[in-house]
């Protein structure tokens, strides 16, 4: 019986140890990065390339409107993709004034692809070395096809702060 209780004792001990544990690993890190507000899924603006708005407005779902500068719009039939197009162009063809994007109709959200290293010599602050991406799995194909930069990967960093209840993620603002 004291055999029993001993065992007992020693594994929640065990347990307990470990969930108190300040150790900071891949998979724990990932997943208080992915549980932060900036991963939740919601409406996103997404940054363009200069094909991609072309090809937007070439498939009839944005145009460009004004004289001068020209700026973009979502056209009726892009509402069903998108929500907003933004940028500006100078006048006859000339160069982009500012960066084109979309905010898209439908949520979506990043995932961390990995976490590719932690550092800090403190023992309460480590900086997470990542990979993201947009998950655009409930996309429409047709944004897929448009906007292909969607898959690309990202390299980002995050510092964690432990505080006492647990280690947290301490994004810049936007």
């Not at 991963?39 to 708005?53: A, D, G, M, Q």
């Not at 973009?72 to 892009?78: E, K, L, Q, R």
């Not at 390299?155 to 994004?171: E, I, M, T």
Request: aromatic residues 8%.
């Amino acid at each position: 019986m004291k055999l029993a209780t001993l065992s007992l004792v020693s594994g929640l001990a065990i347990i307990l140890t470990g969930c108190t544990s300040k150790e900071l690993t891949r998979s724990k890190a990932k997943q208080l990065i992915e549980a932060s507000d900036l991963y939740k899924p919601i409406k996103r603006r997404v940054n363009l390339s200069n094909n991609e708005i072309s090809e937007i407005i070439k498939s009839g779902y944005a145009t460009f409107g004004g004289i001068g500068i020209r700026r973009a719009a979502v056209t009726d039939t892009g509402r069903q993709y998108f929500d907003n197009v933004s940028g500006m162009m100078g006048g006859f063809g000339g160069p982009a004034l500012t960066p084109f994007s979309v905010l898209l109709a439908k949520a979506m959200k990043p995932i961390v692809t990995e976490v590719t290293g932690i550092t800090g010599d403190e023992v309460s602050t480590k900086t997470v070395d990542y990979k993201w991406q947009w998950d655009a799995r409930d996309q429409p194909e047709e944004v897929k096809r448009l906007i292909p930069s969607l898959a690309a990967v990202h390299d980002d960093s995050v510092k964690l702060k432990l505080y006492d209840d647990g280690w947290r993620p301490q994004f810049p603002p936007e």
